[in-house]
């Protein structure tokens, strides 16, 4: 299978997951958990959602794709060299991990540690899922996967890894998202003279993101199910 083939498959179903991600994002319930910026911003977001919604959480999130995508650059890498040492890859793998990029700075020692070797773990177990699927001959990505994988490996193979929340819900505290807002930015007009937000919105990226996926998922573990029944 091709290379671009794989990444195509992955690829359609994080976009939907995105998508989904911020159909289900409640920019209120960031808002009002703002550190810093003052009522009176928030008030006038709050008020005014849409914009913030389209001009910072969908760029934010779609930036957070890009990143995904730039990751699964190296763990491809792996996958389709035969016999490689996953410890090769391991430092772009990481340089590239939206979850390390967010680990809190107080998060050291041991701690720190055992995160990341969970992270590299989950990266080096996706690549060894994907080699089957480089290797074989269909050049499409769910006949790749009837080629390479019995139906039941199939299904644990998308429970497992088209799931993307495992880290930040196992590691709760250890990440954060978050995001300067300018209301001026946002809003124009008069709203350039309030001061800049800061939120933090990991709880509501772990709550969308959890939605998210219970709607992606059924749809590729339909799809994937077609394909066998084929």
């Given amino acids: 299978m091709t290379r671009d083939a794989v990444e195509d498959g992955f690829e359609q179903y994080l976009s939907d997951l995105v998508d989904e991600t911020y159909a289900a994002f409640d920019v ?5 958990g703002s550190r810093s910026g003052g009522s009176r911003a928030v008030s006038k977001l709050l008020k005014n959602s849409r914009p913030l919604e389209r001009h910072v959480v969908r760029p934010k999130l779609r930036e957070y794709e890009r990143t995904i995508l730039r990751q699964f650059d190296p763990v491809l890498d792996y996958a389709g060299d035969t016999g490689a040492a996953f410890e090769t890859y391991a430092d772009d793998v990481l340089a590239r991990d939206l979850y390390w990029d967010s680990l809190r700075r107080d998060v050291r020692g041991q701690r720190r540690e055992e995160i ?29 996967v009837v080629e390479a994988y019995d139906r039941e ?15 930040l819900a196992e590691y709760r505290d250890a990440f954060a998202f978050e995001l300067a807002i300018d209301p001026g930015d946002v809003l124009g007009g008069l709203a350039r003279a309030l001061p800049t937000l800061d939120v933090e919105f990991t709880d509501e990226a772990l709550r969308s993101m959890q939605r998210a996926e219970q709607r992606v998922l059924p749809q590729a573990k339909s799809d ?4 066998y029944d084929t």
Avoid at 28 to 32: F, I, N, P, Q, S
Avoid at 116 to 144: H, I, K, N, T, Y
Avoid at 153 to 167: I, N, R, W
Wanted: avoid cysteine.
């Fill in 28 to 32: 209120a319930a960031v808002l009002r």
């Fill in 153 to 167: 490996d199939a299904v644990a193979l998308v429970e497992e890894h088209f799931v993307f929340s495992t880290p």
């Fill in 224 to 227: 994937l199910q077609a394909a």
């Fill in 116 to 144: 990341r070797e969970r992270l590299l773990s989950r990266q080096r177990e996706f690549g060894d899922a994907l080699a089957p699927l480089v290797a074989a001959d269909s050049d499409a990505f769910w006949p790749a």
